[in-house]
């Protein structure tokens, strides 16, 4: 079998690649959303695999992986790999989690991800009001994710939040110590939401980037009574090119809340400082920007062996990155705890989608489907008339 085309279409704001064969089977992936500078990438990718076989998954993202870098410059080389992965299941007539090692545990707990509520401010009753409705949603998460402090605009908000400039911006551009102000209106919010949650449901916050490691210390202390599942890229995080495994080591050492980071970092080789130094507690990586599926696999399995947990991103907006996240999740070691659940936007990618399940989370839980590949396709006939006018051949 020998990889004969490479094509991508953005669906709404969604980039999504096709790979095609001379044995008439093609494979999917996705990018997350608004990414459009991923197309002339994937072109870029092009002529590096074709005439290869792609079965031979490994063979193959050898040639390539030079081609990404941190979040967001990783969405290409993902993007193709869960592709490949699709081939090799269709061709072998097995689900991709057989691919990757088998199958571990029958269904995957999710998180809220893309499911939110409108929140009129950034007050304590705005944020009971908020996780009252999340912990009303149908889809039951047993686990709830909420944006605090630097992630999303309540530096921006709240008086007297930091000592610092507000920037206004695009990828999280504030940063600086905490005020005692601002500090107090973290934890109660924090209060205000764990007192509607309970002990019923497991509530975690993404917190940044932006935090200094006194503040980041002084609030995972803070919280330790509430039993926070974790606190999310409070130091680097989404759209960081670094790490800094040392500082998230200083954090982890002096709390026992769980500290989270992992989502921009882009292959196993950039995981390697923050789990042999067991700087976090928890990692995260998206699938859509690490590398792929047997990427997040790999790293899920090198941080168990150092008693690190995993809870990786979500592709947000993407049904057929959520269909690669179940069958990785699947297959993963004890060390999972769960993923952010994407949902699709505008709401007929539901419509041009076909092989999910239905209702596709319940209890909290998505069951895991045994269909070849991913498992999941288009509705080509449904599908056609979202296509762009550049790319009206995307299915031929």
């Given amino acids: 079998m020998k990889i004969t085309d490479l094509k991508c279409a953005v669906i709404a704001d969604s980039p999504v690649v096709r790979i095609t064969t001379d044995a008439g089977i093609d494979g999917l992936g996705q990018v997350e959303m608004s990414k459009p500078y991923v197309k002339p990438h994937i072109m870029f990718i092009r002529d590096m695999i074709l005439g290869e076989d792609p079965t031979n998954v490994e063979r193959v993202m050898m040639k390539i992986r030079r081609a990404g870098a941190f979040k967001p410059w990783g969405s290409a080389v993902s993007a193709v790999e869960m592709a490949l992965w699709d081939i090799a299941g269709k061709a072998a007539g097995i689900p991709v989690y057989k691919l990757l090692g088998g199958k571990v545990r029958d269904k995957v707990r999710v998180y809220n991800g893309g499911v939110r509520y409108p929140m009129p ?3 304590p009753a705005s944020f009971a009001e908020n996780i009252a409705q999340m912990k009303a949603a149908p889809q039951g998460f047993t686990i709830i994710k909420q944006g605090m402090a630097f992630h999303g605009t309540m530096a921006a908000t709240v008086p ?5 400039e507000v920037t206004e911006g695009r990828f999280y551009p504030n940063r600086g110590l905490l005020t005692e102000r601002g ?4 934890i109660a919010c924090v209060e205000a939401m764990k007192k509607v949650l309970g002990d ?5 916050l993404d917190c940044g980037p932006g935090f200094t490691v006194i503040d980041a210390i002084r609030l995972a202390k803070a919280v330790e009574p509430y039993n926070i599942m974790w606190l999310e890229d409070m130091i680097t995080g989404d759209y960081t090119p670094y790490v800094l495994a040392d500082l998230y080591r200083e954090v982890t050492q002096s709390t026992s809340t769980p500290i989270h980071t992992g989502e921009q970092i882009y292959l196993r080789q950039n995981f390697k400082d923050l789990i042999e130094k067991k700087a976090v507690r928890v990692v995260g990586p998206d699938p859509a920007d690490v590398g792929g599926l047997a990427e997040l696999k790999w790293i899920a399995e090198y ?13 947000i907006d993407g049904l057929i990155g959520l269909a690669g996240l179940v069958h990785s999740s699947a297959a993963m070691p004890q060390n999972y705890i769960a993923f952010e659940y ?3 936007r505008p709401d007929w990618w539901y419509e041009i989608i076909d092989g999910l399940p239905d209702p596709i989370v319940k209890n909290g839980y998505i069951t895991v489907w045994d269909s070849p590949g991913l498992g999941v396709t288009f509705n080509v006939k449904a599908a056609k008339k979202y296509l762009s006018d550049g790319d009206k051949d995307f299915f031929d």
């Fill in 160 to 164: 007297d939040f930091f000592y610092g």
């Fill in 200 to 204: 019923e449901v497991g509530l975690a």
């Fill in 183 to 186: 500090l107090n209106h973290i």
């Fill in 121 to 123: 401010d950034y007050s």
């Fill in 303 to 315: 941080a168990d062996l150092h008693g690190i947990m995993m809870a990786p991103h979500g592709i």
């Fill in 342 to 344: 994407p949902i699709a």
